[in-house]
């Protein structure tokens, strides 16, 4: 990331620096940092799932500058899940086998490396080395004797990395204790109208209730297991969801009868939740509500004045 990249970040809203506390996952995926009393401003306590799609940009270390999403907040052990691994550039595999009193490491690019304390590891094996001499041109790492001094051979493709703490493959090794670490709302994005345009959510998440007419004192119109045209679910049969919120854009009324007449919505204990509408003989009333009208969770029955009046609704539940 360029600096005017980061400056744009250092400037939203909710920036919140903190620090690794401990390594996280091996496959490169986490970064711990829980609420430490001892740490102060620099622990994460947010509830679970509060920095979900938050972005984190990586401060210090062999990572610096490295941009990723969370997809997943955990306080009770202070984990960030992010949506790919973190790729460290100080690594790299080895090229062919590496016996276990020898003191030269061939590698795919040694020019990642400088001299001092390394990590080198397979899946069965690791420990610290210690590089004396880099040569760019062979590729190729020497160690200080007696070389590998756990007595076992690395075979090729092995990986090795400059920093001793790093336990991952070699395309993502874990946020290491004492990283510093950004974590910030996402960049903005066009805005596709879900939150905007109340007819492009009522299309994603719209219903459309199957035609009533009122048969008694009230008729069920909308719930659970009730008919329906169409639901949230994708399911015509089924009605509302118990649990989800409704909101109606549009209700029909209609009065097949030969004089004017009444009808308004109720919920369970004939509890009126809408205003008493009048329809005209044999016509047709359209309610629209532009901003919508939300009912909550609730059972929607119809009423009305003479048996035989007809009712639909059409809005989202989610």
């Known amino acids: 990331m360029t600096d005017l ?38 622990g994460l306590g947010e509830a679970n799932d509060f920095w979900r799609d938050a972005e984190v940009l990586l401060l210090t270390g062999e990572m610096k500058d490295q941009l990723r999403r969370v997809t ?28 276990a009193d020898a003191v030269i490491i061939p590698v ?37 004797a007696p070389g590998l001094v756990n007595g076992y051979t690395v075979a090729a493709g092995a990986a090795i990395s400059m ?59 909308w719930a659970p297991g009730t008919p329906c045209v169409r639901n949230p679910s994708g399911v015509p049969a089924n009605g509302r969801t118990a649990g989800g919120i409704t909101t109606v ?16 919505l109720e919920t369970t204990g004939a509890v009126v939740v809408s205003v008493v509408y009048e329809i005209a003989a044999n016509d047709t009333t359209i309610v629209d509500f532009v901003a919508g009208k939300t009912f909550g969770d609730m059972d929607l029955y119809v009423n009305g004045s003479v048996a035989a009046i007809e009712c639909q609704l059409e809005g989202t539940e989610v």
């Open 163 to 221: 920093s001793p703490r790093i336990l991952g493959p070699v395309v993502g090794p874990p946020a290491v204790p004492g990283t510093m670490f950004l974590i910030m709302t996402p960049m903005k994005t066009q805005d596709t109208g879900e939150h905007t345009n109340p007819r492009r959510y009522e299309k994603d998440n719209g219903f459309v209730s199957a035609p009533i007419a009122v048969v008694g004192p009230a008729t069920l119109l």
């Open 72 to 99: 997943g907040w955990v306080q009770a052990t202070g984990t960030l899940t992010v949506d790919h691994r973190f790729n460290n550039p100080n690594v790299s595999l080895l090229t062919g086998n590496v016996l």
């Open 5 to 42: 990249e980061i400056q744009q970040r250092l400037m939203r809203p909710f920036v919140k620096r903190a620090m690794a506390t401990a390594d996280g996952a091996a496959n490169g995926t986490t970064i711990v940092a829980p609420q430490v009393p001892a740490l102060g401003e620099f």
């Open 249 to 264: 854009y549009t209700m029909e009324l209609r009065n097949p009868n030969v004089a004017a007449q009444t009808a308004w």
């Open 108 to 144: 795919v690019d040694a020019s990642v490396f400088s001299a001092g304390e390394a990590y080198i590891w397979d899946l069965a094996n690791a420990e610290t080395v210690t590089i004396t001499l880099v040569d760019t041109v062979l590729n190729q790492l020497t160690i200080a």
